[in-house]
């Protein structure tokens, strides 16, 4: 147990310092809700300063952005590869793998649905299935190498997915001036898209991104709580070594959970290129990685919270493209938002695992 002492002067005290055996989990809730409130606060306060009328910021980032049809729909649109990478998240952080990657893996997840599309590969009524298992695959695919290379020879993942990254982006760029680039004009883009390769739409104009974003949820949530593979997660997230001294298969059970995060992260790359931009481009994946990391870790890793997450990120996003147009504050105020937000949410992992406890007496 980790203990420190505190003198006040004057007085026979002092406070010990003390790691906690467990907590409740609503007190953890109440806690984490704490420290959101208060990176909230904060925020607030470096959007006033930035020049937003601190009474506009109740009406930017809630009434005009979550009570508006038109503005929730973009955040339920902005939100769903924000959950896919977000769930990518949670499953590898689970695994103690610190999948880094998720923008590579994006990157490869639309490059392989985009290849369905510009080889023709499949019917019209089969062609978006294709492109989706062609996402997640790539993903999978380009998720294998690092972890391997942890498992095998012990390279750290953070370095090796951080790496891949930097090719899957140049390869990216490659591909989109040159072989994949538009005939048509000279951006760095792909053709459009044929309407039957695009997610559909249903109701009042939402994207069927939705739907599946939901469902994958649940998906993870099923194999986090209560398949057999899960278990052996819960295992490996408190304890490799007391999972492998009791018969665990921690080797494999990293291995699945990594892949299916690599293949989260592809179906994300999916996402934004065949609901969102309409085609391969240059910069679709930007920021959705560090907001993978971001989601994940404002969760716990916990499937459900991680939705809940994504939406406050997206909600984010949505607001933020409006301080830009009404107020001119530039859009890397909002990744400030987000980094001031991990900052809180990590100080109250403090709160979480240790307590302050009084001592009478003394020298």
Known sequence: MSEFALRRPLMNRRYALEVRQQMAWYWQALI????????LLVSGTILVVAGVPAGELLNEFVILTLFDAQSLQSVLFQASPLIMVGLAGCLAFRAKFWNLGLEGQMIFGAIGATAITMWDIGSPA????????????CGLLWAIAPVLLRLKLQVNEIVSTLMLNYIAINFLLHLMYGAWKDPKDAFPYSPKYESFELLPEFGDGLSMSIPIAIVIALVVLWFINISRAGLYLRFVDKSPQVARSVGVPVAKTILLAVLFSGALAGLAGLMVAAGQEGRLTHSFYVGYGFSGILIAFLARNNPIAATCAALLIATLFVAGRSLQVFYQIPFAMVQLIQAVLVICVASSDFFIRHRIRRVQGGE
């Open 126 to 137: 089969i062609r978006l299935p294709l492109m989706m298992a062609a996402a997640m695959a």
């Open 32 to 39: 984490i809700a704490g420290s959101l409130i208060l990176g």
